[in-house]
């Protein structure tokens, strides 16, 4: 049998690539607007402009930076062999960058009235991982 076989058949724990580059420079403190500029396709940086702009009071500015790097995330979970369900585990570092962007969406789209979406994304995160809805106060 295989390590971490699902034994109800259900889909293998998807694992994003490493992308240490985003991650590196927002750590020193590179702002992730330039972060995000530099590395569109980084979730992470996606999802920390979503953070700021929530924190600032920009609901509707933050819900537009999570849907970004939502949908950025998306097409790397595709590409990494993602089917539309299954695990997204919170454990593996490189899927936080997608994690935190649907944890920012849900939280956006509650705070702009969007209840439907908020809870879409928030089924949607504590399916992918319930360690991430955890993590991240859903």
Not at 25 to 34: D, K, R, S, Y
Not at 73 to 96: A, M, Q, Y
Request: net charge negative; charged share 25%; aromatic share 8%.
């Amino acid at each position: 049998m295989a390590i971490h076989q699902d034994l109800l058949g259900g889909p293998p724990p998807t694992h994003l690539p490493e992308d240490p580059e985003p991650r590196d420079l927002l750590a020193a403190g590179t702002a992730p607007a330039e972060v995000a500029a530099k590395y569109p396709a980084s979730s992470l940086a996606w999802a920390q402009l979503a953070d700021d702009a929530f924190e600032r009071g920009n609901a509707v500015e933050s819900y537009a930076y999570a849907r970004t790097g939502y949908h950025r995330g998306l097409d790397v979970l595709r590409r990494s062999g993602w089917k539309g369900h299954g695990p997204v585990p919170w454990e593996h570092e490189p899927n936080r960058g997608f994690l935190r962007a649907l944890h920012a969406l849900a939280r956006a789209a509650q705070a702009i009235g969007e209840q439907e979406e908020y809870e879409r994304c928030s089924s949607f995160l504590r399916d992918s991982s319930a360690t991430a809805a955890e993590t991240l106060g859903l």
